[in-house]
């Protein structure tokens, strides 16, 4: 489309605040909404350095204070500006039931991820935030290294006949997504002059499950293009990057690149669905921009 990468606020501290005036990344690889010391009561090790919601807020207020001179100007400068908050929480759920904790302990993990999500926004619009786009979680009984980790419980996790996703896992998915949804509502009526759009990844996601050869995927949806081996080509011992692992020649032909994230292929139908289709509520964008997105080439294609 012609849009830059959004530049990384993380390793890029120390360089002029200029080049994040047109957007910064706060994203850090495997970050949770919760804290360190939530998991650290809960038994559930994090494998390396973890950056929670909490300490990229305080990155975001941090880098804020440089771009204007005080909280008026703060709120001027955030009312034209765009923040995506998520998605996030999937690295808490990954790191729990892969750490071996059962789905129900899990599940009682989703009201405080939520409450923390919440919590992010309420701040964000408090500083001067007025659109803000939330996305929900993604279909997890769909990805091949859950369907790998989670072939050992066959007999409790059954496939879906016509997709071949963990059902009971999706199930998963969707709790947390109804009740992010009922917080957003919550926030809606104590911040009505904000506009949250809620970004349905879950829905958006699921139609190349359904129908993976219709949108070009012609390995299939649950097969990763780089990995270990195996039905799933994951290998719990040998994940992709691994000396033993191998990448697939055509990405494009696979939804997913190493068994937890989508190909750039996969990518691109479900931000497709999401600024053009119906998977954004309210709407990412009006009738109106479709000729902007189509002379740039993101075209139904």
Not at 235 to 244: I, T
Request: proline share 6%.
């Amino acid at each position: 489309m012609g849009i830059p990468f959004v530049p990384p606020f993380h390793g890029g501290r120390n360089v002029s605040s200029r080049i994040f005036r047109e957007g910064v990344n706060f994203a850090v690889a495997g970050s949770t909404a919760l804290e360190d010391s939530f998991f650290a009561k809960t038994g559930v090790k994090i494998p390396y350095a973890n950056v929670s919601l909490v300490a990229q807020l305080s990155w975001f207020k941090e880098l804020l204070s440089t771009l204007c001179q005080n909280p008026t100007n703060c709120k001027r400068f955030l009312e034209t500006s765009l923040v995506l908050v998520g998605e996030i929480g999937g690295n808490d759920y990954n790191h729990a039931f892969f750490g071996g904790k059962t789905e129900e302990q899990v599940g009682s993990f989703i009201p405080q991820v939520v409450k923390a999500i919440g919590l992010t926004i309420q701040e964000l619009i408090k500083l001067g935030a007025t659109t803000l786009v939330v996305p929900g979680n993604l279909p997890i009984g769909c990805s091949p290294y859950y369907l790998t980790y989670f072939q050992r419980y066959e007999e409790k996790y059954i496939q879906d006949p016509n997709t071949g996703c963990l059902n009971r896992l999706n199930g998963f998915s969707e709790h947390h997504n109804n009740l992010l949804q009922m917080e957003l509502d919550r926030i809606r009526q104590l911040h009505p002059h904000a506009t949250i759009i809620y970004a349905d990844y879950y829905n958006a996601a699921m139609p190349i499950y359904v129908s993976p050869i219709k949108y070009g995927f012609t390995k299939g949806g649950l097969t990763a293009c780089c990995g270990g081996g195996g039905p799933f080509n994951v290998n719990l011992s040998v994940p992709c990057g691994d000396s033993a692992s191998t990448s697939c020649e055509d990405p494009s032909e696979y939804v997913s690149w190493d068994g937890l994230h989508f190909t750039e292929a996969a990518y691109r139908w479900i931000a497709k669905g999401l600024l053009q289709g119906p998977y954004s509520s309210p709407h990412l964008i009006t009738s109106n921009c479709a000729s902007i997105f189509k002379s740039r080439g993101f075209s139904d294609h």
